[in-house]
């Protein structure tokens, strides 16, 4: 069993994290995107204090990030979680690492409740959040239109004890 070690996702991890988002957006069930966003413009969209690469022998092998649901000051605690494990490290407890640790994060820097817009078919992503003590509050049907197909969501959320 390899050591999972998490840090801080920095600008000189890009490259590395736009390969495992692009290995998200070929299963066609992680995510609306179909192209991956310049650096600036995903640096803008996700919180700074909340954004961690995980790495096994220093090779990054996913990355988990928040993004505000709402510029509002009431909602200055609520988060979306977004999760990506490169496909050769899946199955590997690298998710629930990366999970397990931003929630410890995000509870320091404020954060009460994160959540999470789960494709329906994405079981082992459910499975996982879940497991990392999400549960699941709603459901979206047809949401979104991915390559001329609906697809539809669960919202999970997860509320800090701690908060």
């Known amino acids: 069993m390899h050591t999972i070690k998490t840090r801080s996702l920095l600008k000189t991890d890009w490259a590395r994290v736009t390969q495992i988002y692009t290995e998200g957006i070929e299963t066609q069930i992680a995510t609306f995107e179909t192209n991956i966003p310049t650096w600036e413009k995903w640096n803008n969209k996700n919180d700074p204090t909340c954004r961690l690469v995980a790495e096994i022998n220093k090779h990054i092998?996913?990355?988990?990030?928040?993004?505000?649901?709402?510029?509002?000051?009431?909602?200055?605690g609520v988060a979306e979680v977004s999760l990506?494990?490169?496909?050769?490290?899946?199955?590997?407890?690298?998710?629930?690492?990366?999970?397990?640790?931003?929630?410890?994060?995000?509870?320091k820097k404020g954060f009460w409740t994160l959540q999470a817009n789960i494709f329906s078919q994405n079981k082992a992503s459910i499975k996982l959040f879940e497991k990392c003590g999400f549960r699941i509050v709603g459901f979206?049907?047809?949401?979104?239109?991915?390559?001329?197909?609906?697809?539809?969501?669960?919202?999970?959320?997860?509320?800090?004890?701690?908060?």
């Open 61 to 76: 092998v996913g990355f988990i990030a928040i993004s505000k649901i709402s510029n509002r000051n009431v909602y200055s």
């Open 140 to 163: 979206r049907e047809k949401i979104g239109k991915l390559n001329q197909n609906w697809h539809n969501n669960n919202l999970l959320e997860r509320r800090s004890k701690l908060i």
């Open 84 to 107: 990506y494990v490169s496909k050769a490290n899946r199955g590997q407890k690298v998710g629930e690492t990366l999970l397990n640790e931003l929630i410890r994060v995000s509870e």
